[in-house]
Nanobody, 123 residues
């Protein structure tokens, strides 16, 4: 079973930076999609950034130019570098990973979520 462990959240002043990490572990055959979502209080969860196994990326308009998603395939880890943070970036950030894991005689599609890490940006 694949599990995710997130780290890197915290409290930062507006204009500051944080780097989130999300490491996947388990019997992983391959990871295709790695995404970061966020959910602010009273709001729906929204997609922030996405990176494919080919390295293609896309971002929500609200973070474009400020956030950078990257991945280390050898470590099965995805990162989110967040610069020029704003108070409206305050939210719980979740990573989401889609791929295939290994069964005794086959592979199986999986989608897992991280436990979430809180990012608080003060004004």
């Amino acid at each position: 079973q694949v599990q995710l462990v997130e780290s890197g959240g915290g409290l930062v002043q507006a204009g500051g930076s944080l780097r989130l990490s999300c490491a996947a572990s388990g019997s992983i055959f391959r990871i295709n999609h790695m995404r970061w979502y966020r959910q602010a209080p009273g709001r729906q969860r929204e997609l922030v950034a996405h990176i494919t196994d080919g390295g293609s990326t896309n971002y929500s308009d609200s973070v474009k130019g400020r956030f950078t998603i990257s991945r280390d395939n050898a470590k099965n880890t995805v990162y989110l570098q967040m610069n020029s943070l704003k108070p409206e970036d305050t939210a719980v950030y979740y990573c989401n990973v889609v791929g295939d894991d290994i069964l005794p005689m086959s592979v199986r599609r999986f989608e897992v979520w991280g436990q979430g890490t809180l990012v608080t940006v003060s004004s």
